[in-house]
């Protein structure tokens, strides 16, 4: 008897100029495929904007409110995601690890808008692997399937416990100028 994959709740980061695409990427992998569940702010999921620009708070917020209970961050990038101040911060976050909140796995996933000349934020490149040695995070094209998805979030789910994460950069303070 063959046992499906575990749906597991992961939190989207994106730049909101993507929405359309992240919306269209929940609605074919959560509400039809039930691949995950959607776990984030916007795009059709049920959190509310954090309308701060502490830092610090919306960290900790980001981390109760949305992280708290997700295992896996899927950092869905768009051609100007790298930039955003947001986006740096819920990697952050992802990747910390305390005594109410464990880390999450971490995954970047490639938009089809995105496709030709992708740029990855730059707390998720100081968490990918090389040929010599694994990475905390890994990075993917748009998947083609339910199944490279469901593959690609188990890889990130497991990593959680197998890597120590880089999360010694410092944290966005502005979002960077994309051109």
Not at 86 to 93: F, G, P, R, T
Not at 105 to 118: E, Q, T, Y
Not at 123 to 136: E, V
């Amino acid at each position: 008897m063959s046992l499906s994959p575990r749906r597991r709740k992961c939190f989207i980061s994106y730049h909101h100029d993507d929405e359309a695409e992240v919306r269209d990427f929940i609605q074919e992998f959560d509400n039809v495929r039930d691949i995950f569940i959607s776990r984030g702010i916007g795009a059709g999921m049920p959190g509310d904007v954090l309308n701060s620009s502490n830092r610090d708070y919306i960290m900790r917020r980001v981390r109760e409110l949305y992280l708290r209970d997700s295992t896996v961050t899927i950092v869905m990038v768009g051609k100007c995601t790298w930039a955003r101040r947001y986006v740096d911060w819920e990697i952050a976050s992802t990747l910390r690890n305390d005594a109410r909140n464990s880390r999450s796995g971490l995954v970047g996933i490639v938009l089809p808008s995105a496709a030709r000349a992708p740029k990855a934020p730059v707390r998720l490149s100081d968490n990918l692997g090389s040929s010599a040695a694994p990475g905390y995070a890994n990075w993917y094209h748009y998947p083609a399937t339910p199944k490279s998805l469901s593959e690609m979030i188990e890889e990130a789910y497991a990593a959680r416990t197998e890597i120590i994460p880089n999360n010694s950069r410092l944290l966005f303070s502005n979002n960077r100028e994309c051109k």
